[in-house]
């Protein structure tokens, strides 16, 4: 359980000594650690390096987090939402598919006393009256957030967009869209589990949203990003750790076949498709 390996890593002094800070520099690391963290309101237990992505979060405000799919970057973000309310910060917007709105929802109203409001559809006008009257997390999509140019008040402490590759065509209006709203917050999180490694200049216009200072500086070292002058420079904004990096408890990967019964209905539509040839179906 999450809990005991926590204590276990705090008693141990397995913290980010353990990991030498996930690759950042002692500088960076140094700040990172001293970040004061409260997560008063956060129904669940955070383990070491979710907590220390946090602090990064909160340190660097304006940030890429990629950590590998399965360590908890909702986690990580709905704490860093509920440590900046209790500094004070009131108004939170998540945007992410249309696919895990619920799901992103259902989340935030499990582990943590944050209220969240689906923006979607036929409740966007009273979402988003709530949601500026009351506080919380406004969760809507790419889709939605392309009708907020209407001179409304859409201002957010925190910005969070999941799945941000989605965003990753500077000429799409929900790119634009994104830009416009996260150019007028002080905290953006964007969140992404795919290898930006593999596509360079994606990484380096998610980055240049985020920090235009430091997406600048990248243009002479972008051929270089296995390099350690690119891997430093974009420390400050990018942060990734794999499963390996972080849970030593994990048993290596475990494959179960399970034979399921087919319905009678599924019966049928089997039986047409394979005599339609139809392999998809």
Not at 41 to 59: E, H, M, P, S, W
Not at 60 to 80: H, N, P, W, Y
Not at 158 to 167: F, L, S, T
Not at 262 to 275: C, F, I, L, P, S
Request: charged residues 25%; aromatic residues 10%; negative net charge.
């Amino acid at each position: 359980p999450i809990a005991y390996y926590t204590v276990i890593e705090n008693v141990t002094d397995l913290g980010i000594e353990k990991e030498e800070a996930y690759g950042l520099s002692d500088a960076l690391a140094g700040k990172v650690k001293d970040t004061d963290v409260n997560t008063a309101g956060l129904t669940c237990v955070l383990r070491a390096y979710q907590l220390f992505a946090v602090k990064y979060i909160l340190a660097q405000k304006r940030v890429l987090l990629g950590d590998e799919m399965g360590l908890g970057k909702t986690i990580e973000a709905i704490a860093s939402m509920v440590a900046l309310r209790n500094r004070g910060k009131s108004r939170f917007m998540v945007v992410c598919p249309a696919s895990v709105l619920v799901n992103w929802c259902r989340e935030i109203d499990r582990h943590s006393n944050l209220s969240s409001y689906k923006c979607h559809g036929e409740s966007i006008l009273a979402s988003l009256q709530t949601w500026r009257e009351d506080g919380g997390v406004l969760v809507t999509t790419y889709e939605t957030i392309r009708k907020f140019n209407d001179g409304q008040d859409y201002f957010a402490d925190m910005i969070v967009a999941d799945e941000a590759h989605y965003a990753k065509n500077p000429d799409a209006q929900r790119t634009k869209a994104l830009v416009r709203l996260v150019s007028n917050t002080e905290y953006a999180l964007y969140m992404t589990g795919t290898p930006l490694e593999n596509r360079v200049s994606e990484m380096c216009f998610l980055i240049t949203c985020l920090n235009p200072e430091i997406g600048a500086s990248l243009r002479k070292t972008r051929n270089l990003v296995f390099s350690s002058a690119f891997q430093d420079k974009i420390a400050g904004v990018y942060f990734r750790r794999k499963r390996e990096d972080v849970l030593d408890e994990l048993p290596d990967l475990i494959e179960s076949e399970e034979w399921l019964l087919m319905t009678k209905d599924d019966y049928v539509h089997y039986v047409e498709a394979v005599g339609s040839k139809n392999f998809m179906a």
